[in-house]
């Protein structure tokens, strides 16, 4: 299975840079349960796109609960919206996308923050 490290760093990293306290998010995450399909993966890929949609969810279902809370992630500064997630390939490594212009994405983990 992937290090849990190896799952939660890129998480971590686009939520920082976003302005949220990743231990907050996952305070509302609450027990996540991960596929046993997903931890036996030896790729990392699938665990982190289920770890970043979960985490998006819990962000957005407590916005008034996450200190400094607003959509998750923050598309091109001036949307509203929160990024999409998605992945091209089965396996493959996720990464947000803005869903009026899908041209503007960037991999998980590699979010420029907002
Ligand atoms: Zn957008």
């Given amino acids: 299975m992937p290090e849990p490290a190896a799952v939660f760093a890129p998480i971590d990293h686009d939520l920082r840079v976003c302005g949220l306290v990743p231990g907050a998010v996952y305070a509302q995450l609450g027990t996540l349960e991960l596929d046993p399909e997903l931890v036996a993966d030896p790729e990392p890929g699938p665990a982190v796109k289920s770890l970043a949609f979960h985490t998006q969810a819990a962000v957005l279902e407590n ?5 400094g809370g607003r959509p998750w992630p923050v598309c091109q500064g001036k949307h509203p919206h929160p990024m999409s997630l998605a992945s091209d390939a089965e396996g493959g490594w996720p990464y947000w996308y803005c869903p009026k212009n899908p041209s503007y994405r ?8 907002g």
């Fill in 106 to 113: 960037f991999a998980v983990g590699q979010h420029p923050g």
């Fill in 63 to 67: 916005l008034q609960a996450i200190k």
